[in-house]
């Protein structure tokens, strides 16, 4: 059974360095745009974590406008998108304008294939620890007031749910500061009393 590899967008406008950067990321499913209109239309079709970009593209080889203005409408479309941008060996204000406007990193070229390699990882393994971060933070309780992320404590906001329409007494037991009283008045605002008020009482 083939691993399906992550997709990479390489936007380079020279042939031998689209072959080369290929080459250098064998670990990825490598997609190629050689300008800011084609690189966009592959960022909405494919929604890759992570991309290179030369600055230089064209009509604006020589320069940065066009780079730049690719960086912004790719950071618009995919916020969480990782950027890497690759510059002249001359052209660190651009790297670092390029970092300000919402680049994850820059390398400088020539082109060392290993050492961007371990870049693009490093930007992945960071894509996914801030999606898997997102993912948790959305794992929020049902229920007003709970903060609950961990599967045992969404379990009781789950029972809690189930037990607040029915007409019983219910007890609600755990050590000192871990939230009954929280439960309870959960409890009480899913139930039939909901109107009534809420007395909490210190029966110690």
């Known amino acids: 059974m083939s691993i399906e590899k992550t997709k990479l967008l390489v936007i380079e406008d020279d042939p031998g360095l689209q072959k080369q950067l290929r080459w250098s990321f064998d670990d990825f499913d490598v997609i190629i745009a050689d300008c800011r209109e084609n690189a966009l239309a592959?960022?909405?079709r494919h929604e890759p974590p992570i991309v290179t970009l030369d600055l230089g593209l064209p009509p604006d080889a020589d320069g940065a406008s066009e780079g730049l203005a690719a960086l912004e409408q790719i950071h618009a479309l995919s916020p969480d998108t990782k950027i890497i941008v690759v510059t002249g060996n001359e052209d660190r204000d651009n790297a670092v304008k390029a970092i300000a406007?919402?680049?994850y990193d820059f390398y400088q070229k020539p082109i060392d294939g290993e050492i961007l390699n371990l870049?693009?990882?490093r930007a992945y393994h960071v894509f996914t620890l801030e999606k898997e971060n997102r993912k948790l933070s959305q794992q929020r309780s049902p229920l007003q007031g709970i903060i609950?992320?961990?599967p045992q404590m969404l379990k009781i906001c789950r029972t809690i749910e189930k037990v607040a329409p029915a007409d019983v007494t219910t007890l609600l037991l755990g050590d000192?500061?871990?939230g009954k009283e929280i439960l309870a008045r959960a409890l009480h605002d899913l139930s039939s009393r909901s109107k009534n008020r809420f007395v909490a009482i210190n029966c110690a």
């Open 42 to 44: 592959q960022i909405r």
């Open 101 to 103: 406007n919402g680049a």
């Open 148 to 150: 609950a992320a961990s």
């Open 119 to 121: 870049i693009v990882k």
């Open 176 to 178: 000192s500061g871990t």
